[in-house]
């Protein structure tokens, strides 16, 4: 049982800390995978259209560069 003092606060503390974290990590990962899905999908699509998997990652790292040129002009 969690109690106003002593250690049971500080658990609650340790216990929000943590959820705090997770979200923060959570959304660091959906922001990742949302902004590399075009390039993933081109990846993909090659790879089933093609059959091979290093004119896949060709694709991929092409689409990554034009992505991150873009953004940052």
Known sequence: MLTILGLGLL???????????GILILGFIV???????????????????VGSLLWAAVAFFVVAILMIAFRHR
């Open 11 to 21: 658990v609650l503390l340790a216990i929000i800390v943590l959820v705090i974290i």
């Open 31 to 49: 922001h990742s995978v949302i902004h590399w899905f075009p390039a993933v999908i081109v990846a993909v699509l090659v790879w089933f259209f």
